[in-house]
């Protein structure tokens, strides 16, 4: 209980300290005068997606803090200028029109889903813009003004289908939401499978935001799947794990995989519906390296001990250290020079080594398969090797 | 197979059924077109969750009944505001129905960015009572989750006090005469206004009791009405907006659709085949399932 | 205004036309035009411009929206569908014409290395190797154009027609149409490899060989947009001046009395909910082609309410009003969410109540009070 409150005394508070200062637009830090670099921030604070997108800004400005803290880039203090998209599209297309072309600013990160930054594409390549995206996606995509933080499809769903065959059984049952992450992922989960020899037992798709699955989940208990490999994303999650834990599934053994529930899900969804399915992500919480224990404990001292921390999260912190090294080795922020460094330019990141690939603007990464506790936190069970990012597979 | 699929119709229904009956009066009855209902099952929602943090606090050996508490609270709270939304805002808006849709959008807008800003932009969790969370075994294959046994029998308990509410006491009396004959009602002397507020009060209480009840299958976040505010628009008129029976009757129908539907079909086919199929419903039967017949 | 050609207001105060308000009244498209292709281009830079011309794009469904709501009071929130409809027409077109010129966009450039240059890159990513048939007609402008203008309104017509014949109407049309309109959002989601998805279709550079980006485009872009809402605002007005206006505001307010009449009262409804459609079209092509997208979360539901908002803050009864409100809504949007990022969406919901409350009429309203002073005063 204390613990909730003082969460939204912090929250009421940093609120009314925004509301205080806010000037036109909201610029962080304030106060500096000298030589400054300016960095967007575009993601949605409002809308439908915000719930995913408003914790991912929070760990922006902390990377941004610790580079300022540390004396800025070439000596430049960072200045975030944060823009809303608003969960939709077209004004995503229009903020990062403006941060470009009005504030000018170095670089941007931002976006969450895959239509906002299809949406923001045009605009980066042709105003010569550069884009940090730190959400895994479906890959299908390289584009010259993006830099992409997190995994792509090839690099946690092959890794995870092979897993589970080898130790979890060989029947699958595929659910996701209705929409290009979850259909792409499936479908390289079930090429993999083929390869492998396992069976499909069913494939489903849901509308985004749908809330009933008890047809799903008959479904489930009349195939009986040695595993449900899960791509359902956003707020249907909750509904997914809460009608799956009432109908005994996850108790009866059969394994549950996530591909889009990090630890920041698990908050809303319940710790005790997700308690013993498993997920695959780049990162958790819970690795132990020095690197990841500076990120967890200035993150929790920044936003209170109670937040918890997720892949994208660290994806967008690291992105933020990413653009600065970069800026730094090529000493200028022209976008092609800042490009051209970032080019096998490795970072001690939270997750362990990742580099970004020579050419594609992937990052090398591992698949990590984690299985999570009651206490909402993941046990790794598996770590891959570093893979290569392939975001456009030849299957 | 079977017996479980029944069931989860009958589970479909009831849910459908709670969330439409609030809006059955409110719009159904008193012609207020709503869209700040999804809202109101949210607020239910975020109610249900305070409950759960005050018991946590205080009471934590009380934990098992405070679901109870949380549904009753989450009627007094949504309809309480209810009230002062209808004295400061809707009772002005009688005579203009369509406009009462502007105003409650923005009032839906402001409510889902005040959830956002001072609870949580995140979902909040929402323990479920451990007596709620087993299973009801039947037979080796054959099994209902408590929670949904649970709602089933909220929805078919609320649908009976609002039944003999509307139709057994004084004020349900009162009610009916004034949304049926505004007019004639006025002229013998019943004060509408006072009428009005708990008739409106009365809706969004129910859609803070199918609010809070819904926190044990699905999220609650400050989005969580947009879920349902269509199917509760599209459940109400399939029905006969003026109809309360019509309501429960779409509901059944609409519940065992979806239900069969996406036991053969994918999700997002079985929607789309769903809106179809009212669609073509409607075309046969205009003025929805259950018309009262009426010379218009 | 318009409100001047309903019966509401039969006689015209012949003295108030010297006043500002009367030549606002009497020359209302004038002001608009004057305000739209003078005044806007020259106070604001290209990107504001830009936005601008989005916000005009939602003023076409709007300008439709009072026609069919306001005077033949059917309410329909499924326009974003048919905004939808010339949106998605324009940007086949538009992404054909991308796709035939291989080094014109990075997406087609990794489609012709996947072997499979000329088709749309979202096709190649969900292995789609032939254009299907439906895509085949978008090559030519000069079958988009007539397919913009013809389909949607077409569509809208039989959609009308049906259900207006069997009585179908009231709240029971909008449901019908607020269903049309999620299914073809999830149609549109489902098929990702014919629509492109959730994610939408972007990525254009040219039109017609035209470079969308460049500053003069851009201006030549704005001023079609204002030119074609300008006539849809007069198409308008000479429907409601004409005898069908008035049959139609006969049918809104007692069908059955104009049916015994003997007009056709469901011919009439389609045909003004087809003309709806038509500006609803003609503003989503537009729309594409300046902000350089079409996706499915401009066809459901949401934006389709939002589209009856922008009527009704302008005064359903008025066709200029409609275009102030879309412009008005909008233009708060980008305001209060660039200077109060927090707390925009606050901004927004009072104002919606704040005109329910004290602007029943919209923007409208405020005009006609102001002439009710005048003539108190005169």
Known sequence: ?395 | MFALQAFTGLSVFSILMLMALGLAIVFGLMGVINMAHGELMAMGAYATYGTSVLFEAYFPSLMSIYFIVGVVLAFFATSVFGYFLERSLIQFLYKRPLDTMLATWGVGLILQQLYRQFINPRPVEVPTASWLQGVWQVSEDVSFPMSRIFIVGLAFLTATLVYLFLYRTRRGLLIRAVTQNRGMSGAIGINQKRVDAYTFALGCGLAGIAGSSFTMLASTAPDTGQAYIVDTFIVVVFGGVESLLGTIMSAFFIGQMQTWFEFYLSGSMARAGILLLVIAVLYFRPNGLFATKVRR | MDKAATTEKPEFNPTLASTAVGMLERFGVVVLGVLLLLVVPLSLDVFRLGLAAKYLCFAFPAVGIVLIWGYGGILSLGQGMFFGMGSYMMAMFLKLESAANPDSSSGTALSAFFGAAGLPDFMVWNSIEELPWFWEPFHHVWITIPAIIILPPLVAFILGYVNFRNRVGGVYFTIVTLAIAAIMAIVIIGQQGYTGGINGITDFKTFMGLDLDNDTAKYVMYFITVVLLLLAVLVGRFILKSLLGRVLVAIRDQEDRARFSGYDSAMFKAFVFAVGALFASVGGAMFTIQVGLASPSLVGIVPSIEMVIYAAVGGRLSLIGAVYGAFLVNGAKTFFSENFVEYWTYFIGALYVFVVMFLPLGLAGILDKLRDVGKRSG
């Open chain 1, 1 to 395: 209980m204390s613990d909730r409150n003082r969460r939204k005394f912090i929250k009421t508070s940093a609120m009314a300290a925004a509301a205080t200062a806010l000037p036109m637009p909201f610029i962080w830090p304030k106060g500096a005068s000298a030589a400054t670099v300016k960095m967007g921030i575009l993601h949605s604070l409002t809308g439908t997606i915000a719930i995913a997108e408003k914790s991912v800004v929070d760990s922006e400005l902390l990377a941004v803090e610790e580079i300022n803290n540390a004396g800025g880039v070439m000596g430049q203090q960072i200045e975030a200028v944060i823009e809303d998209g608003a969960s939709d599209w077209p004004t995503f297309a229009e903020k990062a029109r403006k941060l470009i072309e009005k504030d000018k600013v170095a670089s941007v990160m931002g976006c969450y889903t895959s239509a906002s930054r299809k949406a923001v594409l045009p605009v980066f390549e042709k105003l010569k813009g550069l884009l940090y995206y730190p959400t895994y996606y479906e890959g299908l995509e390289i584009s010259p003004n993006i830099m992409y933080t997190a995994q792509e499809a090839t690099q946690s769903s092959i890794a995870a289908t092979e897993w589970l065959y080898e130790n979890r059984g060989k029947s699958f049952f595929l659910v996701g939401s209705d929409y290009i992450w979850p259909r792409t992922t499936i479908k390289l989960c079930k090429i993999t499978l083929d390869r492998l020899g396992g069976t499909v037992a069913g494939e489903n798709y849901y509308p985004l935001g749908h809330i009933e699955f008890s047809s799903a989940i008959n479904k489930i208990k009349a195939t009986k799947p040695d595993v449900i490999v899960n791509c359902v994303v956003g707020g249907s999650n909750v509904a997914f794990f809460k009608q799956l834990k009432a109908a005994g599934i996850i108790d009866a053994g059969t394994t549950v995989l996530s591909l889009a529930v990090s630890e920041e899900e698990v908050s809303g969804i319940g710790s005790e519906n997700t308690a013993g399915t498993l997920t695959c992500m780049g990162y958790f919480q819970s690795l132990s390296n020095p690197t990841n224990e500076k990120y967890v404990s200035a993150f929790k001292k920044k936003y209170g001990a109670n937040r918890v921390t997720g892949d994208t999260l660290e994806c967008a912190y690291i992105a933020v250290h990413l653009w600065a090294m970069a800026a730094e080795k090529a000493q200028s922020f022209d976008v092609e020079k800042v490009v051209a460094a970032s080019s096998g330019l490795e970072i001690d990141a939270p997750e362990g080594k990742v580099k970004f690939h020579t050419d594609n603007h992937h990052l090398w990464k591992h698949a990590r398969i984690g299985e999570f506790l009651p206490d909402g936190q993941a046990k790794m069970l598996y770590e891959s090797p570093l893979i290569e990012p392939d975001p456009f597979p030849k299957l």
